[in-house]
């Protein structure tokens, strides 16, 4: 069993940057991805950011990309996602998971293990 616990949600506006964090623990060595999901109210949870157990791959999503930062800190057994330039349509609960899959990480079928949500909240 793995447990994530996401952290570092609020309001902010337009333009602004926020940094979450996704703490991990349990049989974290069964991961093999770490992944970033948002759902916003009325729509299908989503694909933002995945990083692998060692760091070295990452993906996003292409409404995220050169916008938000994904990346992680093994000795504290946690990720990241930096997030710049928000929109308002950034706003939703984001969703930290871990995959033992190798493939197929922006999939959220993929996941095995899912945190609480944190909300993220972009005013204009």
């Known amino acids: 069993q793995v447990t994530l616990v996401e952290s570092g949600g609020g309001l902010v506006q337009a333009g602004g940057s926020l940094r979450l964090s996704c703490a991990v623990s349990g049989r974290t060595f069964s991961t093999y991805f770490t992944g970033w999901f948002r759902q916003a109210p009325g729509k299908e949870r989503e694909f933002v950011s995945a990083i692998s157990w060692r760091g070295a791959l990452t993906g996003y999503a292409d409404s995220v990309q050169g916008r938000f930062t994904i990346s992680k800190d093994n000795a504290k057994d946690t990720v990241y996602l930096q997030m710049n330039s928000l929109k308002p349509e950034d706003t939703a609960v984001y969703y930290c998971?871990?995959?033992?899959?190798?493939?197929?990480?922006?999939?959220?079928?993929?996941?095995?293990?899912w945190g609480q949500g944190t909300q993220v909240t972009v005013s204009s």
């Open positions: 998971a871990a995959s033992r899959a190798i493939t197929d990480y922006s999939s959220r079928s993929r996941y095995d293990y």
